[in-house]
């Protein structure tokens, strides 16, 4: 079994909607949780880290289930530019990160 | 900026030969990782250093890879007798250690091409 795992998607969704992302990690040690946003040949970037008590960055509100193992990610009002792969990533005591394999996401006009 | 930084930004040679990454990782980062990826796939750990541990190799894929880091710094991922396969781009990433709420922070990549 992955140490985390994605639904690749692809998510298409017209601009100005909401779309939500799950993400599903299997070791209950894991520490903390991250989304990272990767553009096509692309490096992955750093979208926003997930606290417990759950966060917000503008359009985007991520989440954590600590109880269920499970991270999300909402993307309000949706723009063009928000067309990318995320990364549901995972960090464990030991420094080591898990990545899933991404959600793909096209914003269609 | 002082982010990652790596180079070659594009590789292209033939296959057999022997090639040469490098990764310069964020000033005061002591974790530094090499993942690959081909085209359209995830990503796929290689290895990780942290200070002056010994590196875990797990995710390396046969024994014409390896890699080094000295001083603690500069990165040198290397690639012997390359083969078609071997095609991807090659990330870098580093991290602080201590706070396990510090994210990894990517530097560009090496786009490797086999002929």
């Known amino acids: 079994r992955k140490e985390v795992e994605q639904d690749p998607g692809p998510f298409n969704v017209p601009e100005g909607a909401t779309v939500a992302f799950n993400c599903t990690y299997s070791?209950?040690?894991?520490?903390?949780f991250f989304w990272y946003r990767q553009d096509c040949r692309k490096e992955p970037k750093l979208l926003m880290s997930?606290?417990?008590s759950g966060n917000e960055d503008g359009r985007f509100t991520a989440q954590l289930n600590r109880a269920s193992q499970y991270i999300s990610l909402l993307i309000r009002d949706s723009k063009l530019s928000d067309s990318a792969t995320y990364l549901c990533?995972?960090?464990?005591?030991?420094?080591?990160?898990?990545f899933g394999t991404g959600t793909s996401l096209t914003v269609i006009p | 900026g002082a982010g990652v930084s790596q180079s070659p930004s594009n590789k292209v040679t033939e296959k057999g030969k022997d090639v040469e990454l490098r990764c310069d990782p964020i000033?005061?980062?002591?974790?530094l990782y090499w993942y690959r990826q081909s085209l359209g796939q995830g990503l796929e750990f290689l290895i990780y250093?942290?200070?002056?541990?010994?590196?875990?190799k797990s995710g390396l894929p046969s024994d014409r890879f390896s890699a080094e880091r000295t001083g603690g710094s500069v990165s040198t991922l290397t690639i012997q007798r390359t083969q078609q396969e071997d095609s991807a781009v090659y990330l870098c990433?580093?991290?602080?250690?201590?706070?396990?709420?510090?994210?990894?922070?990517f530097g560009d990549g090496t786009r490797l091409s086999i002929l």
């Open positions: 990433a580093s991290s602080l250690v201590g706070d396990s709420n510090q994210p990894q922070h």
């Open positions: 990533v995972a960090r464990r005591t030991g420094n080591q990160f898990y």
């Open positions: 250093f942290q200070g002056n541990s010994a590196p875990d």
């Open positions: 000033s005061g980062h002591t974790a």
């Open positions: 070791n209950s040690a894991s520490q903390s």
């Open positions: 997930v606290y417990s």
